[in-house]
């Protein structure tokens, strides 16, 4: 009789455990080789992409109304904008674009932002190549050569951002055009080839004020944005 209820117990322990296996398995969900590690920011699903190759049919809009702000409905609740420039160049953008949103966008920029900081102290050249335009691009490495050469080494520690807002959108022929200002904490600091300090301080955070604009041709099936420009705030 006791056999009889300890084999019961071993079938309710062995149920009870494939039950929990199972669980853990839909909420983790399982690895099968094909992650993938880098991940770009600004790249959208594969299911945006997929069949169109990016290519979308507009419809027919006169001009007189091509640059008329969208209203709530077409721009979603998240995105009605008070600034009127602003709005009518995001609606340029979302009318060459019709995936563009801007929260999503906002997502990006802030990985992005973080990722190009990074990558510009510790002279990672082949990130930035993957995420600024050739002529910034340009720009950072020339900087980054000349600090290498004078022996020098920059620490840039991203404490936080405060704030990152869309405040500029438009569009140069079939390129979209997004400028984000980024309201950031930092800690900046180079030090030349014996450690000291050069520039900055390691106990100062900087409240930092950057413009950023990304750019993306609406053309290529390439969804990526890139940096295109920066300027800061003195």
Known sequence: MGN???????ILFAMIAAFL???????LGRRDG???GYADPFKRE?????????VV??????DDDYDAPLNGDELGAEEVIADDALAAGVTQVRRHDPSFNMEDFLVGAR?????????YASGDRETLENLLSPEVLAN????IDDREAAGHTMEDTLVGIRHADIVEAFMEDEVANVTVKFVSEQVNVTRDGQGHVIDGSPNQVADVVDF????RDTRSGDPNWILVATRSLD
């Open 111 to 119: 990985v992005a932002f973080e990722m190009i900081l990074g990558s």
């Open 212 to 215: 950023w604009t990304f750019a």
């Open 140 to 143: 950072f490495i020339k900087a």
């Open 34 to 36: 094909h992650e993938g």
């Open 4 to 10: 009889g209820f300890q084999f019961i117990d071993i």
């Open 57 to 62: 049919q507009l419809p027919d809009r006169r």
């Open 21 to 27: 296996i199972l669980r853990l398995r839909s909420v």
């Open 46 to 54: 594969a299911s945006d992409e997929a069949g169109s190759d990016n």
